[in-house]
């Protein structure tokens, strides 16, 4: 049987753990956001868009979409993980502030 000190321990542990990666994701403000919205409303603000560059396909909504998720997107498409030619050179001009204000902002719509 542990000892009872063990698991209060492991928990501060484990907190402490994960204080470098969260330490490096800046807090995101929506309304920081509002004035960033307009390189991504246009294409991801119209409900059933598709666009013809660099194919025809379906624009997804990102309204509601998981701030880390889109922070993750974002990131991925910075350094080229993820390909798609706009996307690359919308998050290449991005600050990682900027893709947090932007998360926060689309994660608190509906």
């Keep these: 049987m542990l000892p009872r000190i063990a698991i209060p321990l492991t928990a501060a542990f484990l907190s402490l753990a994960s204080l470098p990666a969260a330490a490096q994701a800046p807090a995101g403000n929506a309304d920081a956001a509002k004035n960033k919205v307009s390189m991504c409303i246009g294409c991801h603000g119209i409900g059933g868009y598709k666009t013809a560059y660099p194919d025809v396909y379906h624009v997804p909504r990102i309204s509601g979409q998981h701030p880390t998720y889109i922070v993750n ?8 993980e993820r390909s798609h030619p706009s996307m690359k050179g919308i998050a290449a001009s991005l600050s990682d502030q900027d893709m947090a204000d932007l998360a926060a902002y689309y994660g608190a719509q509906k």
Aim: proline content about 0%; aromatic content about 12%; charged content about 25%.
């Design 73 to 80: 997107a974002l990131r991925a498409y910075k350094t080229g």
